[in-house]
């Protein structure tokens, strides 16, 4: 599969500002820092498209992406960059307006048909069982992407996974993917995962 386009279309706060227009639409939600907008600039292999920082608190507002690519099931569909979660630097008002922000979000989206909780290899998120549980009351199941693989040798990752896999509410039989946006590790998992996730909601909509 080829992305053949890849654009940024708006910055919104509130949902009548989201785009009209109505394609699949995949989500990356977790803590601040933890790598979102990094995973989606990895995915695309567009660097700076989503923009990046060493400071946890660099996306406020919930950032959409048109792509285009050459899979029949991901002709066109949305990515979409969320403000990181947990972040205790960030002014506590602004900290306050992101989670209903991101509630009526994940609520309210029509075309959204996937959620990627990307959570920090050697970090087990002390609220990751919230997390995952919120999701799922909102109406979603996450996709768990652990994170920054390369920052542990490969002898420790696995041992890492497994504990993060049994820390949170994940059905075994779900995946949980080993993702690096720096070396692409997991990149045709991921992608795989996507697009099941768009293709299960064209089945739905008979598209
Ligand atoms: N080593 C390594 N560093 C990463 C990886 N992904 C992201 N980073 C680094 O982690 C930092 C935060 O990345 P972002 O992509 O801005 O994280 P975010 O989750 O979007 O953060 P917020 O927008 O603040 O919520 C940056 O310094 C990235 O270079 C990775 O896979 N490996
Ligand atoms: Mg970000």
Redesign the pocket.
Known sequence: MKVSSADFVKSCVASNQYPKECLPEVAFL??????????IN?LLKRKGL??????????QTINFFRIASTDTLLKHFFLV?L??AG?AKVPRTLREQWGPMIETYLTARAGLCGVVL?VDIRRNDTNGVETVEWIRHLGHEPLVVV?????LSRSHRQAALRQIQQSLPVNLAHQVIL?????HEGHQELWKAIRHMVGGQQRGMNL
């Open positions: 977790g803590r601040s820092n933890v790598g979102k907008s990094s995973t990895a989503a923009k990046v920082s060493m400071t946890p608190g660099k996306t960059d403000p990181g972040y990307l994170t920054k693989a390369d920052k993702y690096s946006a720096h070396t």
